[in-house]
């Protein structure tokens, strides 16, 4: 062997070491800090169904239920959270900062944020899309009918940028009002200095439905604009913290594909769930295979999810669905054996 072929084999080496110390760096130093802490961080905004404050003074919502699920599969303790309210504007930097452990907070999944907010997402918690509401007493029906009118959208976010692509893009008239918060926006379009309001249509209808003081009043125009990957958000830098709550996502929905509610856990009771003669139900239980060690959590870790919160179906209903007051469909957001997009991953 030369002496060229010596140096350029040790150098190979050395990178190659290198390379597996960043990758050990990275698999826990998250997860760690969030074990050590006792409790996970996750950032939410106000919006009734996903991460508002109840009557009781607690936040409530799915987005609030994804990271207690998070919780109950890392410490079996759905309460281990705080919830922190943070704009869209920064949020992204306070999970850089390592000041979050998860962004949520309807967050729409994008190939920039992607690519340029040293995160990753995990996984679409919600398929929504953006609309506009409007007042009726404008007698608008639909964006043709709305041109001259003025429009109150919250800044340095996908739906103001997707409002600047459709007015060039169709040439509309219509006056942009920017505010720097959804509760700015909000308060706008409720002293009419707006004619519509354009955000998320979850949001628009949950805004309608809860904190309208007369919903009759209010109306969510046919137009459907974009499309709004709702997705959970993690940092770059953990890979083990980033598979700990993707899978948290999978093993929602996955329970719901198996019939596995919290009602029935709770009727029949772990014991009553091991006579089952399904692979992957017997892996998701952590009665068979090591998925919990892969992860890093107890075997029956995604048993924990289902007991304390449900499946992705309980979480809907409650937060949403025809168990809130927003009495939304399931849509898009049913398992896709229902003609929805919810298609678990394989857990083997």
Not at 48 to 63: K, M, Q, Y
Not at 78 to 101: Q, W
């Amino acid at each position: 062997m030369s002496s060229l072929t010596i140096r350029l084999t040790s150098l190979v080496m050395m990178l190659s070491g290198l390379l597996l110390i960043g990758q050990a760096a990275q698999a826990g130093e998250i997860f760690e800090a969030v074990k050590e802490r006792g409790f996970v961080r996750c950032s939410l905004d106000d919006t009734p169904g996903f991460g508002a404050v109840g009557n009781d003074g607690e936040r409530h919502g799915l987005d609030v239920d994804f990271c207690r699920a998070v919780a109950a599969a890392v410490f079996d303790d759905p309460d281990a959270v705080e919830l922190l309210r943070i704009s869209t504007k920064n949020k992204f930097d306070a999970l850089a900062r390592g000041e979050i452990d998860i962004v949520l907070g309807m967050t729409t999944w994008t190939l920039q944020r992607d690519t340029a907010r040293q995160g990753n997402f995990v996984g679409v918690i919600y398929y929504d899309g953006q609309g506009f509401l409007a007042w009726k007493s404008e007698g608008l029906v639909d964006l043709a009918s709305a041109q001259g009118a003025t429009v109150c959208v919250q800044s340095e976010t996908t739906s103001a940028a997707n409002l600047q692509d459709l007015i060039k893009s169709q040439g509309l008239d219509l006056t942009v009002k920017n505010y720097t918060s959804s509760d700015e926006r909000r308060d706008a379009f409720m002293r009419q200095d707006c004619q519509l309001t354009t955000g998320d249509l979850s949001g628009l209808a949950a805004f309608r439905a809860v904190s309208a003081p007369v919903p009759e009043s209010l109306m969510i125009l046919p137009d459907v604009i974009s499309r709004e990957p709702l997705a959970p958000m993690v940092s770059e830098k953990d890979t083990q913290w980033f598979d700990i709550v993707k899978w948290t996502l999978q093993a929602l929905i996955l329970a719901e594909e198996k019939g596995l509610s919290q009602a029935i856990l709770k009727a029949t009771g772990p014991e009553g769930l091991k006579a089952s003669h399904d692979a992957e139900f017997r892996r998701f239980i952590g009665i068979q295979g090591d998925l919990g060690e892969h992860l890093g959590l107890e075997p029956d870790w995604a048993l924990q999810i289902v007991k304390h919160l449900g499946h992705y179906g309980d979480v809907f209903q409650r937060n949403l669905g025809k168990k809130s007051p927003l009495r939304l469909e399931r849509g898009q957001n049913a398992l896709w054996r229902e003609g929805g997009l919810l298609y678990p991953h394989a857990f083997r």
